[in-house]
């Protein structure tokens, strides 16, 4: 069974960082472009950082410049480094897995920006 395994999640004040982690298993990592997604109460969840296995990245517009998506593929990792974290980045940070065929998602990881 594949599991995309989040961690890395808490609580931090305006402008510190976090680094999230994605550990996958069971799938051919390669074959899949990799993502974070996240989602805030009452909002639709939104796609914030993708990598593709050719190492192509894509950022949401308001995370460009502070945020930094990366894989491991000899652990099967994905990574997300946040840095100058503010209140709106605060949401419930999925990982996320798209293939040919399939898509997986981890279970979530909480990001809570607060002073």
């Known amino acids: 069974q594949v599991q995309l395994v989040e961690s890395g999640g808490g609580l931090v004040q305006p402008g510190g960082a976090l680094g999230l982690s994605c550990a996958a298993s069971?799938?051919?990592?390669?074959?899949?472009?990799m993502a974070w997604y996240r989602q805030a109460p009452g909002k639709p969840r939104e796609l914030v950082a993708a990598?593709?296995?050719?190492?192509?990245?894509n950022y949401l517009d308001s995370v460009k410049g502070r945020f930094t998506i990366s894989t491991d593929n000899a652990s099967n990792t994905v990574y997300l480094q946040m840095n100058n974290l503010q209140p709106e980045d605060t949401a419930v940070y999925y990982c996320?897995?798209?293939?040919?065929?399939?898509?997986?998602w981890g279970q979530g990881t909480q990001v809570t920006v607060s002073s």
């Open positions: 069971k799938i051919v990592f390669s074959l899949y472009t």
């Open positions: 996320n897995a798209l293939g040919v065929h399939f898509t997986y």
């Open positions: 990598i593709t296995s050719a190492g192509t990245t």
